[in-house]
């Protein structure tokens, strides 16, 4: 099975800086995308950025410029590094990624998620 640990929210003010993680652990074998979604209360959930196999990336309209994502596949994490924060950006972070992974029958292509970290941004 895959586990996905996060860590990194909190409480910042508006204009500030936080910096997410995501390690991905288990019987993987390798990792198509690796990514970050959020959801607002009241709202569904949005992609905030992602990052292909080949380090392609892309970003929710509402992020770009302010947010960067990369990821490390010899430690299988991915990180979201979140400048000028706006009340906005508050919401539950979740880290997902889809990956090949070993099974009995063989390989299986999967998609899998955090259990989510909150971020709350402060006016």
């Known amino acids: 099975q895959v586990r996905l640990v996060e860590s990194g929210g909190g409480l910042v003010q508006a204009g500030g800086s936080l910096r997410l993680s995501c390690a991905a652990s288990?019987?993987?074998?390798?990792?198509?995308?690796m990514g970050w979604y959020r959801q607002a209360p009241g709202k569904e959930r949005e992609l905030v950025a992602s990052i292909g196999s080949g380090g392609h990336t892309k970003y929710g309209a509402s992020v770009r410029g302010r947010i960067a994502i990369s990821r490390d596949d010899v430690e299988n994490t991915v990180e979201l590094q979140m400048n000028r924060l706006k009340p906005e950006d508050t919401g539950v972070y979740y880290c997902?990624?889809?990956?090949?992974?070993?099974?009995?029958?063989?390989?299986?292509?999967?998609?899998?998620w955090g259990q989510g970290t909150q971020v709350t941004v402060s006016s």
């Open positions: 288990g019987n993987i074998i390798s990792i198509n995308s």
């Open positions: 997902n990624i889809e990956c090949y992974t070993h099974q009995a029958t063989g390989t299986l292509r999967s998609e899998y």
